[in-house]
């Protein structure tokens, strides 16, 4: 295909790993067991690739006891921690399908994710700041969740009084052997395009669809991800970035351990002076991180205290980085060697990514170069023609790491992914010359909140809910904080009288906090087409009522 069009595949020197996670893990703790895998800051823990292989397989072992096997789905529930990685590790080794469950989640998310994949046991934090994860489990009760046969709480051993109906998360580990023999035969039979992981992605319409990898598909994209930050089992690097996205738990978990580098996590939520604390004392190497969170590091009152010259690579992705922004992260934190990835979950999740040496100016106004053994392509999304290098069009991306398919959702999976494979992700893109691929905009009427997506019509649902809402429609407003925040136009029925906090205190109550919209405008009628459809475009060029 000519240079002119916008199409580039990745290189093919590296081959692709065919091995399970289970496998590679394996082969890697046999390569060098003593060497320093995990450090949970926040626990007091660490574990050296031996001992991490035996908690899992310890982990392994006590599900087997409960009658699961390949294919079945177990859930987790909770921010970064020890048993998260025991999860992953433990639930790829015997074949179940490890579900993500945002910790934002409420009673309605939470209800709707276990229930969809039709999970049979969820591992659960007991509560988080001002979350109560177990009292959410027993507000929908086992009629709403009639699946949902174990449910484990994050425990210490000894604390804390028994949680009617649940179990400790330490009980379940002791009942398991790190000897037992089931583990490794379960292994063996299991193969690397197996499905292993859900995530949930939402659309915009509908409910949230289930992404779901294989082993083929997260392995290979942590290992080529490490590869473009040349890690080194010399490497130790900071994971801030929750586990239950692809960031954590691909960028930062599986980029570790198929390079043999140590993994550490500074908190269970994001707190900036635990990561400078932790990347300091634990001389960390590497820092992952959305834009926001560098910023809070930088901004924070205590930056200058610490010492952060060991670090030298990481990964900023979630949002686009601003140029002054990364020009502090090379220059007052050391990481001349940082990153920028641009991907979605549905592809395991990164396409492009820039590499330890792309220059400064190409690593703030675009998103690298095409990954190995994938392929990208820029379309006219009417024609489906690739476009001439320099125009606007969809970015498609093909290759091992386009996801198995959403769960149990043929049509959707159709819509996202074409006959020849192709993922079309929604975003508008350029690619230039050189193959830098540009993110301009969305196709998809997306709000992206700090590195969070959020889907308007999620949103709509609720505020339909509300007594006297007559119409409602939620868009993305700029945000220099968080890059966009969510705001709500509002119509209410006639003589009713809505007041702001009060639409804000209701979604509240059944989404996520990130999902509640900062703004409540209200109108008497919300701009409409000659066929009835809300024109957000309308909405958008309104000026904010004040």
Not at 505 to 519: C, G, W
Request: with cysteine; charged share 25%; proline share 7%.
């Amino acid at each position: 295909m000519p240079l002119t069009q916008s199409y580039a595949k990745g290189a093919t020197d590296v081959p692709l790993i065919e091995q399970t996670i289970g496998d590679f893990f394996d082969d890697m703790v046999a390569s060098q067991p003593e060497r320093e895998a995990l450090v949970s800051r926040h626990e007091g823990k660490r574990f050296s690739y031996r001992e991490l292989q035996a908690e899992s397989n310890r982990l392994a072992s006590a599900f087997l006891k409960l009658g699961l096997g390949p294919g079945d789905r177990v859930g987790i529930w909770s921010h970064n921690n020890v048993p998260w990685v025991l999860m992953q590790l433990a639930t790829a080794k015997v074949g179940l399908i490890l579900v993500n469950i945002n910790p934002a989640y409420r009673t309605s998310e939470l209800e709707y994710a276990l229930n969809k994949v039709g999970c049979k046991a969820l591992v659960t934090m007991a509560q988080f700041k001002t979350s109560d994860y177990l009292g959410m489990l027993r507000e929908l009760g086992p009629a709403r969740l009639p699946l949902l046969r174990h449910i484990f709480w994050i425990d210490q051993p000894g604390e804390g009084a028994e949680q009617p109906g649940m179990q400790r998360f330490s009980a379940l580990l002791a009942s398991g052997d790190p000897a037992d023999a089931r583990v490794q035969a379960m292994q063996k039979t299991l193969k690397a395009t197996d499905p292993i992981n859900v995530q949930f992605t939402s659309g915009t319409t509908g409910f949230p669809k289930g992404a779901t990898l294989t082993h083929r598909n997260i392995l290979n994209n942590g290992f080529f991800i490490g590869e473009c930050m040349k890690l080194t089992p010399a490497d130790r690097l900071c994971i801030p970035v929750p586990l239950y996205h692809c960031f954590g738990m691909v960028l930062g978990n599986l980029a570790v351990l198929t390079h043999g580098a140590t993994i550490v996590y500074p908190n269970d939520g994001f707190d900036p002076v635990t990561v400078l604390e932790t990347v300091q004392t634990e001389k960390c190497t590497g820092l992952h991180g959305v834009p926001t969170m560098f910023i809070a590091e930088l901004d924070h009152p205590r930056f200058k205290e610490f010492d952060l010259s060991t670090l030298r690579t990481g990964i900023m992705a979630g949002s686009p980085c601003p140029t002054e922004v990364m020009k502090r992260v090379v220059d007052q934190m050391h990481l001349r060697e940082i990153t920028i990835a641009y991907g979605m979950t549905e592809t395991s999740p990164v396409s492009c990514q820039s590499s330890t040496d792309t220059p400064q100016d190409k690593r703030v106004s675009t998103v690298g170069t095409v990954q190995p053994h994938l392929e990208v392509k820029v379309i006219d999304p009417e024609t489906g023609d690739i476009v001439p290098r320099g125009t606007s069009g969809e970015l498609c991306t093909r290759g091992y790491s386009v996801m198995h398919g959403y769960w149990e959702d043929d049509a959707k999976t159709r819509e996202a992914i074409d006959a020849d494979r192709w993922m079309h992700t929604g975003d508008l893109a350029t690619m230039d010359a050189e193959g830098y691929v540009n993110i301009v905009g969305r196709i998809k009427d997306l709000v992206i909140r700090g590195g969070e997506n959020i889907y308007p019509r999620e949103i709509e649902e609720i505020l339909y809910q509300i007594p006297g809402v007559k119409e409602a429609a939620v868009i993305g407003m700029p945000d220099n904080r968080r890059g966009e925040q969510p705001i709500a136009y509002v119509a209410p029925d006639d003589g009713t009288v809505l007041e702001e906090k009060a639409v804000q205190q209701f979604v509240r109550r059944k989404l996520a906090d990130y999902k509640v919209p900062r703004k409540v405008f209200f109108l008497a009628a919300l701009p409409r087409n000659a066929t009835g459809k809300i024109l957000k475009t309308a909405l958008r060029d309104l000026p904010p009522p004040a």
